[in-house]
């Protein structure tokens, strides 16, 4: 298994594809633009979706699971989010051995199922607010798949929330995105920026997207999940009344907003480096791995020993740890090995060691060797691990900084995007003509900020609206 | 919300059916066969597949995923299972706005899809045992679907795996089987039987299939989960050779094993009663609900300051507590609408309790009501949630026995199949000729137990092989 890698900061494309297989998170299937998501790739996803769903409950939603297939009547009742969805469904006609009176769509996202039970659910001023969550796989055909940021299949979780108002609604879209951000800053170490979508990059059926977006090493943005406050038009649709306090009949203000298995591909993209992985502590299915340093044909018991014994009381700690006791493998070949998965911290522990009452920890980021005493084992380790998300966390948003530009128009800005590729914040006035002019680039608007540096837009004469930063996007 | 419930007794399927849909357990859904699970419904398979999850994990399986979707050819290369579940597939013949070249099949189950990964990560004995577990939803077309027990789409869990040799997959097998019956003991509070499922019974594709079946209050059996050790043909289709330790070819043998939301229905139609649901305290996802009782007009603030305090002292001691403080509903309302829900423990709190420190806590199962004193209250609950849970498991036991019948010919309890029903143990010669007389009672076999109690069999003069279980089932 001894993968050659492609230089990081030579063909960063390549560089995704080969660690995503060597690193094995993941692996190609027999089925048009999805992957496997193998059992390395599948405990990140574990520990995100843990963490996040304790957030969902904490915030008042619950969670319940509704149909895979939808009947395709369903999707047309809202025109734009039709149009916006049906280009890329997979549809069921055949059911049973017989052809479908009506066929089924496999859900790319489930605003319609959903807003045709709360039609069901919402009679009452007392019904609301309706907070729900699902954890659920979506499908949606896909002509250019990339594992993990983009696949034909996708797991997310999708909430779907009704209010009285839509002040009310409003403030459940950014506590939610408030959510993602603290979500990706905290754990995935990964300093977002989020904003407003433009209107051309909105959801399908919403009246606002607000979205949060990772810059990638390669200086791409990457759109790491979205919350939306959605037109009213949906609850027209689903006949979504009820009575309100006053005995009038009333629609409620709809939200939705989803992260996906697509956040494992942006943890590999922000921190891997030439020798594979590096994985934020908190998110890493193995925090520490133990390497006995033995000899063959030598009494090892002491060795072996010391590292059961300092393994069990990592993990009473809550520490995840790996103990590497392969025999038909060198200590070298077993740190390679490590090394490209991404653990954040490895120990090695040789006969000299249990002597010394110590063990050799190296961090994955190389802040150096240091040699960590036994009797205090438990919370240097935790030390170490604290200190590895941290830095990670600093270093990530260096990188961001470093190819943050700011630049007044167009014309200056729009030809570095491909050799200088990054965010940059410009002045807009809000026109789609305008924006329609960074396509010659092949870049996209990622999102409108609360900032107004620039005072006259990046494209035309007109005064600024609001600032908005420009990117190459996956 | 005042549902009168259908005599549990006289009519079981009207009852079971209202239950499910009154304590909001799951809803219809516009997809035929397919039910929306609702929050407390998800709620209870929520801990169902934690606890599950855990057991999984503690005997060295991993998660992983696979593709929903599946080529219609990689079906047809196992003859036995392309024939079992041929009929029942939801077919995709459309995708991305075209006509697909080659069909894809929604999962009805996944070991095509993962025998076909297994034969590219099994290269040598090292790669061997290799132990695979998916959460995920799977479909099949269903013609008589009942909420939870039967519908188009469930979710569950499906384990696969390979290993060296027939024995050690035989181990893995029981192995599963043994958590599956453990689980339902010791959790759901049910004791179901482990068997060996007749030919003609078996999962399409396997050697041997092992089954734990629950018997429902109607006397009716329920398969509640499988473990299969398929055959070798699988390994042999999809071409999963290897290098065993002496440099030759082989082909490991594999199993798999799966537990679904037919579970959280096992629950309902094992428990409940004319009140409604019963739920086991382990399963439950309220544990205790506290209704205080106040008057309107009075000063309350000391028992809802005793209430709070109360709530806050037992959910850290990790009991999942749930306080009814609605204004506009009487204490007699929440009662009847908790006991609907089937919430194990009640505790009612009034200015009198408060004033004698002490609370009034009274169970679903009518075990009497108690005072409890409330510098004690976190002991007191959690002794009472435990006899509350030992006292299903108690019951459903009596009940199984009760109606566990032990008969030589089939002539004898046949016809008594519709009044009486419940598990027939009886004598079998293994022959399906016999095995076919059943169906004129409705009847099926539902396991092969280790037990010869009958020398002859049941339809023909022949010796017995083994005794079985007949029962009507759903």
């Known amino acids: 298994m001894d993968h050659k890698l492609p230089d990081i900061s030579q063909d960063f494309a390549a560089w995704y594809q080969e660690i ?43 969670n319940a699971a509704f149909p895979l297939l939808i009947p395709e009547s369903y999707l047309k009742r809202e025109a734009e989010h039709v149009e916006g969805f049906a280009p890329e469904v997979a549809v069921v006609t055949h059911a049973g051995g017989k052809e479908l009176e009506e066929a089924l769509i496999v859900r790319p996202t489930s605003e319609v199922i959903i807003h045709s039970m709360f039609a069901r659910w919402i009679r009452s001023w007392r019904d609301l607010p309706l907070k729900i969550n699902q954890w659920a796989n979506v499908v949606r ?46 754990y995935l170490a990964i300093p977002v920026v989020a904003g407003i979508k433009a209107e051309s990059e909105k959801f399908p059926g919403a009246e606002r997207t607000y ?8 200086g791409k943005a990457l759109q790491m999940g979205t919350s939306h406050l959605l037109s009213q038009s949906f609850a027209h649709s689903f006949e979504m009344k009820y009575q309100d306090q006053n005995g009038n009949v009333a629609y409620p203000w709809l939200t939705s907003w989803g992260a996906t298995t697509r956040l494992v591909g942006a943890v590999v993209m922000v921190h891997g480096d030439n020798k594979g992985l590096v994985l934020p502590p908190r998110v890493a299915p193995i925090q520490v791995v133990i390497v006995p340093i033995v000899r063959k044909g030598q009494d090892n018991s002491a060795v072996i020993d010391a590292v059961a014994k300092i393994a069990d009381r990592l993990k009473k700690h809550g520490i ?12 070298g070949a077993k740190f390679y090995h490590w090394e490209m998965r ?22 994955r980021l190389g802040l150096g060797k240091e040699s960590l005493g036994i009797d205090r084992i438990e919370d240097a380790v935790t030390h170490l691990l604290n200190r590895v998300q941290d830095t990670l966390l600093a270093r990530a948003t260096e990188r961001r900084d470093s190819k943050w530009y700011k630049a007044a128009k167009l014309a200056d800005f729009g030809p570095k ?15 789609p003509a305008c924006e329609e002019k960074i396509k010659e680039f092949k870049a996209t608007t990622r999102c409108i900020i609360d900032t107004k540096e620039f005072s006259q837009c990046f494209a035309c004469d007109k005064p600024s609206v609001h600032d908005v930063l420009i990117a190459k996007a996956y």
């Open 320 to 331: 995840r740890v790996h103990v590497d006791d392969q025999e038909n493998l060198t200590p």
């Open 141 to 186: 055909w896909e002509m250019r798949p990339r594992p993990f940021v983009r696949t034909t299949e996708f797991l997310w979780q999708e909430g779907h929330t009704a209010h009285a108002t839509k002040e009310e609604a409003l403030e459940e879209v950014l506590t939610m995105l408030n959510e993602y951000v603290d979500l990706a800053r905290n």
């Open 20 to 62: 995503v297989y060597a690193a094995q998170l993941a692996d190609q299937s027999p089925v048009r633009g999805s992957i496997v998501i193998m059992p390395y790739g599948y405990a990140i996803w574990e520990l995100i979706r843990d963490r996040l769903d304790e957030r969902i409950k904490a915030t008042g939603h619950q």
């Open 417 to 431: 995007l491909d050799e200088q590729p990054g965010f940059y914040q410009t002045g807009w006035c809000n026109s």
């Open 211 to 218: 979205t949060f977006e990772g810059l990638m090493q390669d």
């Open 342 to 363: 991404g653990v954040p911290v490895r120990l090695e522990i040789g006969p000299r060691d249990v002597a010394n009452n110590c063990v050799v920890a190296v961090d």
